[in-house]
């Protein structure tokens, strides 16, 4: 019996191609990588495999939501809203925050003078946040004219707090300067951040040609301390404690309410509360208990 060939393979689809694996890691994102090489950490194979061009084209139909994982749940998170005399501050989500990196951006929901000069600039330093400083509240806020229901400004902290301190900014449509917004609002911001853990000053930095916003400052109680180049820095610090009228001899029961007055937050129903008077210096705080 002669010798026989061995029988031939059958040609595949991928013969003479370097074959990859469809990969995706914990934030969702997807790429190809060699199937005959070990996955870097963070990765995983999603079990589709071929060419370089049909892995790519798979990805293009699967991955139709290109922001990361905890983007997207930042973004789709309960934002805060904080309520004035006359503004409603509404911190923005991220995607409303890039809405304001184009600078033609306009809204029937905005005054026509929105947004400022200064808007994109904001909406840039609050994009290059990471994760970790994407804590709730401490972002950046329209300001609504309870009014007309129309933008008139913006408001918001540059980073979470670092330290005890967190730094605040804000600017106002130049056609609604003067009717005391600003004020109002930056009130309102300072009073919430003091009631929030790791805040024990608010700081503030402005031109030291841009006197209207060094007004609303004073205004609100920050007290000038510096000047940095062509920058004039405040701080605001809330007391420790509420002032009384009188020195008074504290029990034990006493020295337990002023303990709990020095508080940050409170458990159970109670809530703590910082009263606050535009221009006055320090802030107040007291408890209040159901009924």
């Given amino acids: ?57 798979h990805i293009e139909q699967v991955w139709t939501d290109l922001k990361p994982l905890s983007l997207r749940g930042l973004i789709e998170s309960e934002t805060n809203s904080l309520r004035t005399a006359h503004l409603t501050l509404r911190e923005l989500t991220p995607a409303e925050v890039a809405v304001l990196l184009d600078g033609n951006a306009t809204s029937d929901d905005w005054v026509a003078d929105y947004p ?12 290059r946040r990471n994760a970790d400083q994407m804590r709730y509240g401490f972002g950046m806020y329209h300001l609504v004219r309870d009014s007309d ?3 008139i400004g913006e408001m918001g902290f540059h980073q979470p707090p670092n330290g005890g301190a967190v ?5 106002l449509a130049e056609s609604c ?3 005391g917004y600003a004020t109002e609002a930056l009130a309102e911001l300072v009073r919430w951040a003091f009631s929030q853990t790791g805040v024990d000053q ?32 405040f701080i605001l610090v809330a007391a420790d404690l509420a002032p009384f009228s009188e020195p008074f001899d504290l029990d034990d ?3 337990a309410v002023v303990a709990e007055v020095s508080e940050a937050r409170l458990s159970g129903e109670r809530r703590h509360e910082l009263v606050f008077v535009p221009g006055t210096d320090p802030l107040i705080r007291s408890i209040s208990e159901p009924g």
């Fill in 116 to 127: 400022l000069p200064g808007s994109k600039n904001a909406a840039t330093g609050f994009g």
């Fill in 167 to 171: 730094e605040v900014g804000f600017g």
């Fill in 1 to 57: 019996m002669g010798l026989r060939d061995p029988p031939k393979k059958p040609e595949s689809a991928w013969s003479g191609t370097v074959i990859y694996d469809v990969v995706v890691n914990d934030e969702g994102q997807y790429s190809t990588w060699p199937a005959d090489r070990e996955l870097p950490e963070g990765w995983k194979p999603t079990g589709f495999r071929g060419g370089k061009e049909e892995c790519l084209r």
């Fill in 253 to 255: 029961e006493g020295r």
């Fill in 202 to 233: 608010v700081v503030a930095r402005t031109l030291d040609s841009n006197m209207p916003a060094q007004g609303v400052l004073t205004r609100t109680g920050f007290k000038h301390v510096s000047r940095d180049g062509d920058f004039e820095r």
């Fill in 149 to 151: 229901g129309l933008v």
């Fill in 177 to 179: 300067r003067g009717a």
